[in-house]
């Protein structure tokens, strides 16, 4: 089985199953071939660092959802001990079991937002972390009911940064440039020119029409909203953004 294979079309429970299967790397265990974040992690998280400018106050109530076992929970980890936040994290209860428990860290097992219990922090959260999640919540429920949840949780002044987003049109459009084109070469040593179709359904793929309905919906509840690009350096800033919303 290919890596793409076995990545493909991921789950909630799917993630559950690659947390409890043996052998497997950390990478591999959140839905990732090594190749795609062996070596990266710091720099995605430096780069998350520079979104979520809360983090670099004191005592802040920093939420993670969904955030897996690899390198990334340990980074914030480290920084909500630095500056004395408190860490809830939300996940299944099998991919929690990885991450140490900690006198500063809260788990709440479950798939947000039907589980979790977090309603009891609603308008209580300064910073929420949703990276490389958005795409799962895509097929199996509605992003617009797990974004207003994920609102529903802002302090004032709190920071919402929903990262690494595949948007199917940027990717698309990617492609399509001289750039993309030698970037398909030098990835298949090929002579080829990939494969790029506009006017075709794109279906349980992310785009611009929902990234920019994220944005507009998050607006019209009285949120700041911003779509980010990602830092060149990070390995799919190509095909990638984010969505980073402030509560005024
Ligand atoms: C691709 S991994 C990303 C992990 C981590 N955020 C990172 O970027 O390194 C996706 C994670 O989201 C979790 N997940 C997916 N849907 C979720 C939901 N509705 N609520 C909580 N966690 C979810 C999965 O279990 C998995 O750990």
């Known amino acids: 089985m290919t890596d793409h294979q076995r990545f493909a079309a991921l789950t909630f429970d799917g993630f559950r199953a690659l947390a409890a299967t043996d052998g497997l790397s950390r990478y591999e265990r959140i839905g990732f071939p090594d190749s795609y974040r062996a070596g990266h992690e710091a720099n995605i998280y430096r780069d998350v660092r520079r979104k979520l400018t809360n983090l670099d106050l004191r005592d802040q109530r920093v939420l993670d959802i969904g955030p897996g076992c690899s390198d990334l929970p340990h980074l914030l980890l480290e920084t909500c001990r630095q500056q004395g936040h408190e860490l809830l994290l939300c996940d299944s209860p099998e991919m929690l079991a990885h991450i140490p428990d ?147």
Do not use: W
């Not at 937002?113 to 922090?121: E, F, S, V």
């Not at 992003?143 to 004032?156: G, I």
């Open 102 to 248: 900690d006198p500063r860290v809260r788990k709440f097992p479950g798939r947000f937002p039907q589980d979790g219990d977090l309603a009891a922090h609603a308008g209580r959260v300064d910073v929420v972390l949703v990276y490389s999640v958005l795409q799962y919540v895509f097929v199996e429920a509605s992003v617009f009911d797990f974004l207003d949840a994920c609102l529903a949780l802002l302090a004032p002044g709190g920071q919402l940064l929903i990262g690494d987003v595949p948007n199917v049109s940027k990717r698309k459009r990617f492609f399509a440039s001289d750039a993309g084109v030698r970037c398909h070469r030098a990835f298949t040593g090929t002579d080829e020119t990939p494969e790029v179709r506009f006017n075709a359904p794109d279906r349980g793929k992310i785009d611009d029409a929902a990234v920019l309905a994220l944005v507009a919906r998050a607006r019209a509840a009285g949120f700041d909203a911003y779509v980010v690009p990602q830092a060149a350096e990070l390995p799919m800033a190509n095909r990638r953004e984010d969505i980073l919303i402030v509560r005024p």
